[in-house]
C-alpha cells in the first residue's frame, strides 16, 4: 500500500518535471474586447512553478462562467496581462502535496483564490467583502490551461459522488447560488423566485426543490423555460409575464437592471430580492412608492466564503445534483464563452483541457 503511494507520487513528480520542460497549452486573454473579434488565444506557455503555501494541479474540467465573459470583453477592469481564465478548475495535485491534501488528491477551486486574512471584513468572518482578495482566473491564472497553481488553504476535496464533468459548474455557478439563496434567507417551503435560468438557477432550483419550496421562474429563453419545468418549477414564464402569486424571495441571475425590478415588482412586502451578478448594466429608475416600500429589500451577492463551498458541495453530494453540461475541449475556449454569452446552451459549459 505504502510502495503503491510513493510509486504513484513518483509518477506524478516525474509527470509534473516533463510537463515543465515542454509547457502546456493554455487560453490567454491577449486584448479584453469582444469575444468575436478578441478571442483569446490559444497557446503554449510555461506551466505554473510550485510556490510556498500552494499546490500544483493537472487540471481535469474547467467551468465556464458568465464573470470570465465579462472579464474576457473588458466589462471588468483588466488586472493583468496574458490572463488565463477560468475559476471553477476540478483539479488533481501533483506538486506541494502534504498530509492533509496529498498528491493524486481531486479538488475544486472556486473564484475566490485567497483572502488577506487580516482585513475588517475577514477578522468579523465576511470573507467574501476581503479589502485585498485573489480571484482564479482574474488576478491570478486561473483554469483554461493543462496546469494551474491554487492556494493550499483554498481548494476543497471533491465527494467522490461527483465526477469531474458535473462537479465544475458546481464551483462557482453552483456555489454563489448557494450563496444566493443565503443572502435572500430563503426558509423552507417559501415562494421563491429565479429570474434568468442559466447555469446558476439551474442548481439552484434543485437546492431549493429539496427545501420543499415553491419555484416560480422567469427566462426569456425557451430552451431555459423548458429545461426549468423539467427541473420541477411551478411556474414558468417569460421575462414580459409575472409570476402569479407574490413571492417571499427572488434571486436574479440575468446581468440586466430591467430584471431586478421585475424581480422587485412580484414581492410581497417585506420580501428580499438578492442580485446575483457581478456586472449589471444599470438599474432603471423605479417606483419606490409601489416597488421598495413594505420593507422589501435589495441586496447584491458579492463573491463567497470558503464555507458556502464546503456547505454546498455537501448539499450537492446529498441531494445527488447533477448539472446539465455540454463540454468544450480547450481549443474551443472562446466557443465555449460565445455559447454562454448568446444563452446557447442549457445548464453550463465545461472545458475538458
Ligand atoms: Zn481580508
Ligand atoms: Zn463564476
Given at each position: 500500500?505504502?510502495?503503491?503511494?510513493?510509486?504513484?507520487?513518483?509518477?506524478?513528480?516525474?509527470?509534473?518535471?516533463?510537463?515543465?520542460?515542454?509547457?502546456?497549452?493554455?487560453?490567454?486573454?491577449?486584448?479584453?474586447?469582444?469575444?468575436?473579434?478578441?478571442?483569446?488565444?490559444?497557446?503554449?506557455?510555461?506551466?505554473?512553478?510550485?510556490?510556498p503555501g500552494h499546490?500544483?494541479?493537472?487540471?481535469?474540467?474547467?467551468?465556464?462562467?458568465?464573470?470570465?465573459?465579462?472579464?474576457?470583453?473588458?466589462?471588468?477592469?483588466?488586472?493583468?496581462?496574458?490572463?488565463?481564465?477560468?475559476?471553477?478548475?476540478?483539479?488533481?495535485?501533483?506538486?506541494?502535496?502534504?498530509?492533509?491534501?496529498?498528491?493524486?488528491?481531486?479538488?475544486?477551486?472556486?473564484?475566490m483564490g485567497g483572502v488577506d486574512g487580516t482585513c475588517w471584513y475577514c477578522q468579523q468572518g465576511f470573507e467574501n467583502l476581503c479589502d485585498s482578495p485573489t480571484f482564479t482566473?482574474?488576478t491570478v491564472?486561473?483554469?483554461?490551461?493543462?496546469?494551474?497553481?491554487?492556494r493550499a488553504d483554498f481548494?476543497?476535496?471533491?465527494?467522490?459522488?461527483?465526477?469531474?464533468?458535473?462537479?465544475?459548474?458546481?464551483?462557482?455557478?453552483?456555489?454563489?447560488?448557494?450563496?444566493?439563496?443565503?443572502?435572500?434567507?430563503?426558509?423552507?417551503?417559501?415562494?421563491?423566485?429565479?429570474?434568468?435560468?442559466?447555469?446558476?438557477?439551474?442548481?439552484?432550483?434543485?437546492?431549493?426543490?429539496?427545501?420543499?419550496?415553491?419555484?416560480?421562474?422567469?427566462?426569456?429563453?425557451?430552451?431555459?423555460?423548458?429545461?426549468?419545468?423539467?427541473?420541477?418549477?411551478?411556474?414558468?414564464?417569460?421575462?414580459?409575464?409575472?409570476?402569479?402569486?407574490?413571492?417571499?424571495?427572488?434571486?436574479?441571475?440575468?446581468?440586466?437592471?430591467?430584471?431586478?425590478?421585475?424581480?422587485?415588482?412580484?414581492?410581497?412586502?417585506?420580501?428580499?430580492?438578492?442580485?446575483?451578478?457581478?456586472?449589471?448594466?444599470?438599474?432603471?429608475?423605479?417606483?419606490?412608492?409601489?416597488?421598495?416600500?413594505?420593507?422589501?429589500?435589495?441586496?447584491?451577492?458579492a463573491n463567497?466564503t470558503r464555507?458556502?463551498?464546503?456547505?454546498?458541495?455537501?448539499?450537492?453530494?446529498?441531494?445527488?445534483?447533477?448539472?446539465?453540461?455540454?463540454?468544450?475541449?480547450?481549443?474551443?475556449?472562446?466557443?465555449?464563452?460565445?455559447?454562454?454569452?448568446?444563452?446557447?446552451?442549457?445548464?453550463?459549459?465545461?472545458?475538458?483541457?
Amino acid at each position: 500500500m505504502r510502495s503503491g503511494s510513493a510509486r504513484r507520487a513518483r509518477l506524478l513528480e516525474y509527470s509534473r518535471s516533463i510537463s515543465r520542460t515542454v509547457g502546456m497549452k493554455a487560453a490567454s486573454l491577449v486584448s479584453p474586447g469582444e469575444i468575436s473579434t478578441h478571442p483569446l488565444r490559444i497557446e503554449e506557455v510555461p506551466p505554473p512553478d510550485l510556490t510556498p503555501g500552494h499546490v500544483v494541479l493537472r487540471v481535469r474540467a474547467c467551468g465556464v462562467c458568465r464573470t470570465d465573459l465579462h472579464i474576457v470583453e473588458g466589462e471588468l477592469p483588466r488586472r493583468r496581462e496574458n490572463l488565463i481564465p477560468g475559476h471553477q478548475i476540478v483539479a488533481e495535485i501533483i506538486g506541494g502535496g502534504r498530509p492533509d491534501l496529498p498528491l493524486g488528491m481531486r479538488v475544486g477551486v472556486c473564484w475566490m483564490g485567497g483572502v488577506d486574512g487580516t482585513c475588517w471584513y475577514c477578522q468579523q468572518g465576511f470573507e467574501n467583502l476581503c479589502d485585498s482578495p485573489t480571484f482564479t482566473g482574474y488576478t491570478v491564472q486561473g483554469g483554461y490551461a493543462e496546469r494551474a497553481l491554487a492556494r493550499a488553504d483554498f481548494v476543497f476535496p471533491l465527494p467522490e459522488s461527483l465526477d469531474d464533468l458535473h462537479a465544475a459548474p458546481l464551483l462557482c455557478a453552483g456555489i454563489i447560488g448557494f450563496r444566493s439563496l443565503r443572502v435572500a434567507e430563503v426558509g423552507r417551503g417559501e415562494r421563491v423566485g429565479l429570474f434568468g435560468f442559466g447555469a446558476s438557477a439551474h442548481l439552484a432550483i434543485e437546492v431549493l426543490k429539496s427545501w420543499k419550496c415553491a419555484v416560480y421562474v422567469s427566462s426569456r429563453g425557451e430552451s431555459h423555460r423548458r429545461l426549468a419545468a423539467s427541473l420541477g418549477a411551478d411556474w414558468v414564464g417569460n421575462e414580459h409575464e409575472q409570476p402569479p402569486v407574490e413571492l417571499d424571495r427572488a434571486i436574479t441571475f440575468a446581468p440586466s437592471g430591467d430584471v431586478v425590478v421585475a424581480a422587485l415588482a412580484s414581492l410581497r412586502k417585506g420580501g428580499v430580492v438578492a442580485i446575483n451578478a457581478i456586472h449589471l448594466d444599470r438599474i432603471p429608475q423605479f417606483d419606490y412608492d409601489r416597488l421598495l416600500w413594505g420593507e422589501r429589500q435589495l441586496r447584491s451577492v458579492a463573491n463567497m466564503t470558503r464555507a458556502d463551498a464546503r456547505d454546498f458541495l455537501e448539499v450537492a453530494a446529498k441531494i445527488g445534483l447533477k448539472p446539465k453540461v455540454t463540454v468544450f475541449s480547450l481549443p474551443q475556449a472562446n466557443e465555449a464563452l460565445t455559447a454562454v454569452k448568446n444563452d446557447a446552451i442549457d445548464g453550463a459549459a465545461v472545458i475538458v483541457p
